[in-house]
């Protein structure tokens, strides 16, 4: 998979007279804040777990998240406001290196896979489909 997507990241990057580093770092970017905004938020620790990085995995787990939200979810299709999550900001090259995004909290599979009505699909392959449909 990871062959076929450097092959598409480069036919991407030749039609758009850019480099595989620029086009890997925008596509890297908009996974953080497709995944970021898509997670579920009550107490905002699930939103505050997601991790950004370049080289290496963040395996860290924060106790704190975001902050609380506010407004009602409880039964409710429309998912209360929340603080955003922190610029990612990326260098030049660093989309030449591996990028991580991660979450390590123990039930972030379960809202991956739809156990909220927040993100009755999940976060991650929402935003991913949504990446791979824009190429």
Same mark, same amino acid.
């Given at each position: 998979m990871k062959d076929t997507l450097a092959m598409d990241i480069k036919k991407v990057a030749?039609? !758009?007279?850019?480099?595989?580093?620029?086009?890997t770092r925008k596509? %890297? !970017? +908009? %996974?953080?804040?497709?995944? +970021?905004?898509? +997670?579920?938020?009550?107490?905002?620790?699930?939103?505050?777990?997601? =991790?950004?990085?370049?080289? =290496? %995995?963040?395996?860290?787990? &924060?106790?704190?998240?975001?902050?609380? &939200?506010?407004?009602?979810?409880? =039964? &409710? &299709?429309?998912?209360?406001?929340?603080?955003?999550?922190?610029?990612?900001? !990326?260098?030049?090259g660093d989309g030449l290196e591996d990028i991580y995004i991660t979450n390590n909290l123990p039930y972030i599979n379960i809202l991956e896979s739809g156990n909220s009505k927040q993100a009755p699909k999940g976060m991650v392959d929402v935003t991913m489909n949504e990446i791979r449909s824009s190429f």
């Open positions: 030749e039609a !758009l007279s850019l480099s595989v580093d620029e086009v596509i %890297a !970017l +908009t %996974a953080y804040d497709g995944v +970021t905004k898509k +997670t579920p938020v009550d107490t905002g620790r699930a939103r505050g777990n997601w =991790n950004f990085s370049v080289g =290496n %995995a963040d395996t860290t787990v &924060s106790s704190e998240g975001f902050g609380k &939200s506010t407004g009602s979810h409880v =039964n &409710s &299709s429309t998912p209360p406001s929340s603080p955003k999550a922190p610029k990612i900001t !990326l260098k030049k």
